[in-house]
């Protein structure tokens, strides 16, 4: 690097020695005081001091950061360039660090003075030419403290993008269970369209056989109307259900031909306790983990800006070249009087922001405890609207169904008593897998509230 720097500096007071001497002024190289030549390599040798620490500073940084092609330190030390390597992932904290450690650029001034108004006269005698390099030195711990706002921030990001994916999670997995209740309706409905038809054969029998008068053949067949017309509200409904689900999934939904495994009817009970759910929420939440993330980011924020109120250093550094005189050096030290901006607003706002996290991080804290309030309150009162159903009522409504039937076809029983059985049924069935679907949806709820898997 000092190399090439070197060779820069060297291409550059050649320029300056043949352009600005000889077709500007006609003024031949060999009749340029010897000073002037002195002055021009020390000016490069205060450049390439004042330069070369803080780019290495920079590229030599003991905060290694993942990602970075390897290959820029080799072109820069001049070496051949060898094949590219496998690209490597950077994080987002990588991203936002690397830019938030970088120093102040240095920099380099060239000016001439001593022109006459007139443009007449002897210009060369009457010129002099100057060379400079600044640095400016960041004082307070301000990059240190503008590393850790940036990776404050990082993390706020981070924990805002768990809040979508906790939501969106357990959104699919109501809309799963969405696709079983409507697959088992669609079964149930089916599975009473075929018994019926069964029905309407076996009354078809029996009007030909004239055992039956035609009437009752005829309701029958009004009725079948209400089953295929279940069916078809049952198909609609199932494959919308299908179609959101593949929505939520993502893809091709075009391509995407899926069907979900498992059945509505699978039921575990569970027990849990407020106390410990609650501390579950506390330590899960993610949009709690954001808020106080947010108030993280805030006290960052703060440090920094009341760093920022600091004035810096700049130092610098040049050559004066007079060419028909004596040539000098200068040195100069500089530094903002912090006399009227001390960087109030910024630190105002910053106070602000903070004071805004911790209300925020309250709300969401009380908001928390209210979500797992009312999930557990909901879950309990499900868990056992299930248990009522399984108290035997469904083995109940079968068997007056399969009675009915037998029944009918030995003559003691009427189509209109075996129509009202297979309503009972498929009505009690279809309560039964709602309450099931709505038990699955509070415990799902309950999930969210604590964002815990609670499902074995």
């Known amino acids: 690097m000092y190399q090439s720097t070197n060779n820069y500096l060297y291409r550059f007071s050649e320029r300056c020695n043949s352009i600005v001497c000889q077709e500007r002024y006609a003024l031949r190289r060999c009749c340029r005081p010897q000073e002037s030549r002195r002055a021009s390599c020390l000016a490069g040798v205060l450049l390439l001091i004042l330069t070369g620490h803080p780019i290495l500073a920079q590229e030599k940084s003991p905060e290694p950061v993942k990602g970075v092609n390897g290959n820029v330190a080799a072109l820069t030390q001049g070496q051949p360039q060898t094949p590219a390597p496998a690209r490597r992932s950077i994080t987002l904290s990588d991203a936002v660090s690397l830019t938030a450690r970088l ?5 380099i001034s060239v000016g001439s003075s001593g022109l006459p108004l007139n443009f007449t006269g002897p210009f060369i005698s009457q010129q002099t030419f100057t060379y400079g390099v600044s640095q400016t030195l960041e004082m307070g711990g301000k990059r240190r403290k503008r590393i850790d706002a940036a990776n404050a921030n990082s993390d706020l990001a981070q924990g805002q993008f768990q809040m979508v994916v906790w939501q969106l999670t357990n959104d699919l997995k109501k809309k799963f269970y ?35 008068s035609g009437l009752d053949l005829t309701r029958l067949e009004v009725e079948k109307l209400k089953f295929d017309t279940d069916v078809a509200n049952s198909e609609r409904d199932y494959e919308l259900a299908l179609r959101d689900l593949r929505v939520t999934l993502g893809g091709d939904y075009r391509a995407m031909n899926i069907e979900v495994a498992g059945a509505v009817d699978y039921f575990q009970s569970y027990d849990f306790s407020f106390t410990e759910l609650r501390d579950k929420a506390l330590a899960a939440r993610p949009d709690l983990k954001a808020a106080q993330l947010s108030e993280r980011a805030a006290d960052a924020s703060i440090r920094l800006q009341d760093a920022q109120r600091i004035p810096d250093l700049t130092l610098s550094s040049g050559v004066n070249q007079v060419p028909q005189g004596t040539s ?10 912090p006399v009227f901006d001390r960087n109030q607003g910024e630190r105002a706002k910053a106070l602000i922001e903070k004071k805004k996290a911790q209300n925020q991080q309250q709300l969401i804290t009380n908001q928390v405890l209210s979500d797992v309030d009312k999930a557990f309150i909901a879950f309990e009162i499900q ?17 007056i169904q399969n009675l009915t039937e037998f029944s009918l076809k030995a003559g003691e029983s009427s189509t209109l008593e075996l129509l009202d059985a297979i309503r009972t049924r498929r009505e009690t069935l279809a309560s039964f897998y709602q309450t099931l679907f709505d038990y699955q949806v509070s415990l799902l709820d309950l999930e969210l509230a604590t964002a815990t898997p609670l499902q074995k």
């Open 103 to 107: 120093r102040p650029n240095p920099q």
């Open 383 to 399: 868990k056992r609207r299930v248990e009522l159903y399984r108290t035997g009522v469904l083995s109940k409504v079968n068997e």
């Open 178 to 212: 969405a696709v079983l209740l409507a697959e088992a309706l669609l079964k149930l409905s089916t599975e009473n369209q075929k018994t019926f038809a069964e029905t309407i054969k076996h009354t078809t029998e029996l009007f030909e056989a004239g055992e039956i």
């Open 328 to 337: 000098n050096y200068n040195l100069g030290v500089g530094i903002t009087l």
